[in-house]
């Protein structure tokens, strides 16, 4: 009451003190105690209300802090230990997905330094190539073994649009929002020869016709290398179901038509009746007796001997490497 001494608490962090006063507002009452404030520092009740009997008046003191915003660097105090109750107080605003460093979730000490991260996006169209695909295309316009283009094939477009984020200005990630194709690839067709020439070669046995010459790996094997042991089952006998020996080979199937005749330089004209485990691809096995072994190596040009097999039985696509 005006005129009566109150009793007033006064709280300063964990300081406490009770004092009889006869002065009006909170705010002449914490000069009356002594205590000198910061602008920043809050005060409960605000120092302009009126002191009513048994009132208990808190301080929060302010502390020293530091705001990096917009290029900015602001020292500030403030009893706020929240980031975004700083900001506010100290009339910075954040927009969109602006968000600060130290977040809201963590309390602020005496010191600390807010940094305002700006973020901002915008958004850009990638094109990305689609690559072609190569098709192959039999053709009697070619040879059997040449191969030519048809058509050339063009990549495709595949169309991003890119969502770009920026934080402070500079760029922080990339994240495709959408894709389409905005240009489709067109194919590039490859022609593989199906035209089957006649020729003769001249072999021990006299003159003999052929329909492919093949150039390939050559070695050589009897029984005995075959990984069985005489006396085993199937010990001396090939894949067609002749023994093994000379004049039989073993080839890979998918290179040459299985029993029919080959003529290779050097050895004779033989008879593929056989598959050996290792014989992929363009390689060719030659077969021999134990007592007439001659071991081969390097390469050699094989002859596909007449009759030409059916088209079904012929690949027209034989792998292009050498093993």
């Known amino acids: 009451e005006i005129g009566r001494f109150l009793t007033v608490t006064i709280v300063d962090g964990g300081q406490q003190q009770v004092l009889r006063t006869a002065v009006q507002t909170v705010g002449a009452a914490l000069a009356e105690a002594g205590l ?65 460093q130290p977040g809201a979730e963590t309390p602020l000490n005496a010191n600390d330094t ?16 689609i690559p072609f695909q190569t098709v192959w295309q039999g053709t009697d316009e070619l040879d059997l073994d040449q191969r030519a283009v048809i058509s050339y094939g063009q990549p495709g477009i595949l169309r991003q649009r890119v969502r770009v984020r920026y934080e402070n ?46 150039r390939m790996r050559v070695t050589s094997y009897t029984a ?11 010990y001396g006998v090939t894949a067609s179901g002749r023994p093994a020996g000379y004049g039989i080979v073993a080839v890979d199937r998918s290179v040459v038509p299985f029993r029919s005749d080959v003529f290779v330089p050097g050895y004779g004209v033989a008879f593929v009746g056989d598959t050996g485990g290792g014989v992929r691809g363009r390689w060719i096995d030659l077969g021999y007796d134990e007592d007439n072994y001659v071991s081969w190596s390097g390469y050699v040009d094989v002859y596909y001997l007449t009759p030409v097999p059916a088209p079904e039985d012929i690949n027209y696509l034989l792998p292009t490497g050498l093993p």
């Open 114 to 129: 807010i940094r305002v991260i700006r973020v901002t996006e915008d958004f850009r169209v990638v094109d990305q190539p």
């Open 169 to 214: 200005g500079a760029e922080v990630s990339q994240t495709t929002d959408g894709e389409w194709v905005a240009l489709e690839p067109v194919n590039e067709v490859m022609g593989y020869g199906t035209r089957i020439t006649i020729n003769t070669v001249a072999t021990p046995d006299g003159p003999r016709e052929y329909w492919r010459v093949v």
């Open 224 to 234: 005995a290398s075959s990984g069985k042991e005489p006396g085993e089952p199937g």
């Open 36 to 100: 000198t404030l910061y602008a920043a520092d809050g005060v409960e009740p605000a120092l302009g209300d009126w002191l009513e009997p048994g009132i208990t008046i808190r301080v929060n003191r302010s502390m020293p802090l530091t705001i990096e915003v917009d290029g900015r660097i602001i020292q500030t105090r403030s009893h706020h230990s929240n980031a975004l109750d700083v900001l506010a107080e100290a009339g910075i605003g954040l927009i969109g997905e602006d968000y600060t």
